[in-house]
C-alpha cells in the first residue's frame, strides 16, 4: 500500500486495523451525533460519497471518488452538492484524529461505515485514493438533475459505465436520507424508515399512489395514503420506463437481492476512476460493523 497522504511524516504503512480503528471512530461519531436530521448523519455521508464518484466520465477518465475534489469551492459549489458541507464537516474531526488517511479515501470509508452501521449489506473497501488540487474538480452538470426522466438517467449514468440494471440498484440508495427545500428545493422523505437500509423504496414506488404535490417547490410527488412521503421525477422514471421496471419489482420482491445487487454496484460506484495498486482487487477489506 503506498497511498498515504502527503501531510504522513515518517514511514506508515496502515494496514486492515488501522482502517477498521477509522471504521469505528465514524460508526461511534455516528450513535454520538444522533441530534441530526432523522437521528444520524448516515444518510448525507452516504450522499458524499455518491457525489464524490458520481462525476466520473469513463471517455475522459476524470472524476470519481480519487481526488477528493468537492474540498475545493468550484465543485463543492455545484448546485448539486449543496448541503453536503455538513457531512465534510462530520469527518474533520476523524481527519484530525487519523491525518494518514486521504479526504478521497476517509468520504468513501465513510459511505461504506454508514451503509453497514445502517443495517445494509456488507461493502467491501479498498484504500488508493489520493487527493487532488483544485485543477482537478470537475465542470457542473456530472451529476443527475431530479427534474428530469429515463432519457437523463442513462446518458448520466452510461456516462459513469453503468447499466440499467445497476441504475436502478443504485437508486435504492433513496431509502435513505431525505430532501431539504434549503438544499435542493425538493422536501421530504422517500420511506418511513430513513436511517435504515431496505428495499422499501421499490415497494412504495410499486405499491403506493402518487400524485403531484400542490405547493410551490419543484415539481415532486407524495403519497396518497400520508401524504408525508416524496418521489422526486426521476426516481418516477424507475417504474414507468419498462426496462428499469423489471428490475424495481425484482428488488421489491427479493430483499436478499437488493442488497446483493446494491452491494455490487455500490463498491463499482465508489471506485471509479481510482488507480488502484495491482493485484488489490481480490484482497479488500470487510469491516465489522459495530452492532
Ligand atoms: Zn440521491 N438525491 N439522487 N442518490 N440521495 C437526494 C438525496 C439523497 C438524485 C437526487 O437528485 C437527489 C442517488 C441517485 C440520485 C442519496 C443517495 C443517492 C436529493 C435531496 C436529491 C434531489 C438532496 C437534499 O435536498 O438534501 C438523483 C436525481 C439521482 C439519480 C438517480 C444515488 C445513486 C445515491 C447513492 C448510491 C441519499 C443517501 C440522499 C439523502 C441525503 C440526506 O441528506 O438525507
Request: charged share 25%; net charge negative.
Given at each position: 500500500?503506498?497511498?498515504?497522504?502527503?501531510?504522513?511524516?515518517?514511514?506508515?504503512?496502515?494496514?486492515?486495523?488501522?482502517?477498521?480503528?477509522?471504521?469505528?471512530?465514524?460508526?461511534?461519531?455516528?450513535?454520538?451525533?444522533?441530534?441530526?436530521?432523522?437521528?444520524?448523519?448516515?444518510?448525507?455521508?452516504?450522499?458524499?460519497?455518491?457525489?464524490?464518484?458520481?462525476?466520473?466520465d469513463k471517455e475522459t477518465g476524470t472524476?470519481?471518488?480519487?481526488?477528493?475534489?468537492?474540498?475545493?469551492?468550484?465543485?463543492?459549489?455545484?448546485?448539486?452538492?449543496?448541503?453536503?458541507?455538513?457531512?465534510?464537516?462530520?469527518?474533520?474531526?476523524?481527519?484530525?484524529?487519523?491525518?494518514?488517511?486521504?479526504?478521497?479515501?476517509?468520504?468513501?470509508?465513510?459511505?461504506?461505515?454508514?451503509?453497514?452501521?445502517?443495517?445494509?449489506?456488507?461493502?467491501?473497501?479498498?484504500?488508493?485514493?489520493?487527493?487532488?488540487?483544485?485543477?482537478?474538480?470537475?465542470?457542473?452538470?456530472?451529476?443527475?438533475?431530479?427534474?428530469?426522466?429515463?432519457?437523463?438517467?442513462?446518458?448520466?449514468?452510461?456516462?459513469?459505465?453503468?447499466?440499467?440494471?445497476?441504475?436502478?440498484?443504485?437508486?435504492?440508495?433513496?431509502?435513505?436520507?431525505?430532501?431539504?427545500?434549503?438544499?435542493?428545493?425538493?422536501?421530504?422523505?422517500?420511506?418511513?424508515?430513513?436511517?435504515?437500509?431496505?428495499?422499501?423504496?421499490?415497494?412504495l414506488l410499486l405499491n403506493e399512489k402518487?400524485?403531484?404535490?400542490?405547493?410551490?417547490?419543484?415539481?415532486?410527488?407524495?403519497?396518497?395514503?400520508?401524504?408525508?412521503?416524496?418521489?422526486?421525477?426521476?426516481?418516477?422514471?424507475?417504474?414507468?420506463?419498462?426496462?428499469?421496471?423489471?428490475?424495481?419489482?425484482?428488488?421489491?420482491?427479493?430483499?436478499?437481492?437488493?442488497?446483493?445487487?446494491?452491494?455490487?454496484?455500490?463498491?463499482?460506484?465508489?471506485?471509479?476512476?481510482?488507480?488502484?495498486?495491482?493485484?488489490?482487487?481480490?484482497?479488500?477489506?470487510?469491516?465489522?460493523?459495530?452492532?
Amino acid at each position: 500500500f503506498s497511498g498515504s497522504s502527503g501531510e504522513t511524516k515518517g514511514i506508515f504503512t496502515p494496514k486492515f486495523e488501522d482502517y477498521q480503528k477509522i471504521y469505528n471512530e465514524i460508526a461511534a461519531r455516528l450513535e454520538e451525533k444522533d441530534d441530526y436530521d432523522d437521528g444520524s448523519y448516515g444518510p448525507v455521508l452516504v450522499r458524499l460519497a455518491w457525489h464524490a464518484s458520481g462525476t466520473f466520465d469513463k471517455e475522459t477518465g476524470t472524476g470519481g471518488s480519487n481526488g477528493a475534489t468537492m474540498r475545493f469551492a468550484p465543485e463543492g459549489d455545484h448546485g448539486a452538492n449543496a448541503g453536503l458541507v455538513a457531512a465534510r464537516d462530520f469527518l474533520e474531526p476523524v481527519k484530525a484524529k487519523y491525518p494518514w488517511i486521504t479526504y478521497s479515501d476517509l468520504w468513501i470509508l465513510a459511505g461504506v461505515c454508514a451503509i453497514q452501521e445502517m443495517q445494509g449489506p456488507t461493502i467491501p473497501y479498498r484504500p488508493g485514493r489520493s487527493d487532488k488540487d483544485v485543477a482537478a474538480c470537475t465542470p457542473d452538470g456530472r451529476l443527475p438533475d431530479a427534474s428530469q426522466g429515463n432519457k437523463h438517467l442513462r446518458n448520466i449514468f452510461y456516462r459513469m459505465g453503468f447499466n440499467d440494471q445497476e441504475i436502478v440498484a443504485l437508486s435504492g440508495a433513496h431509502a435513505l436520507g431525505r430532501c431539504h427545500s434549503t438544499r435542493s428545493g425538493f422536501e421530504g422523505p422517500w420511506t418511513f424508515s430513513p436511517t435504515v437500509v431496505t428495499n422499501e423504496y421499490y415497494k412504495l414506488l410499486l405499491n403506493e399512489k402518487w400524485n403531484w404535490k400542490k405547493w410551490n417547490g419543484p415539481k415532486q410527488l407524495e403519497d396518497k395514503t400520508t401524504k408525508t412521503l416524496m418521489m422526486l421525477p426521476t426516481d418516477m422514471a424507475i417504474v414507468s420506463d419498462k426496462a428499469f421496471k423489471e428490475w424495481a419489482v425484482k428488488y421489491a420482491k427479493d430483499e436478499e437481492l437488493f442488497f446483493k445487487d446494491f452491494s455490487n454496484v455500490i463498491v463499482k460506484l465508489f471506485e471509479l476512476g481510482v488507480p488502484f495498486a495491482e493485484n488489490t482487487e481480490q484482497s479488500k477489506m470487510i469491516f465489522k460493523p459495530t452492532s
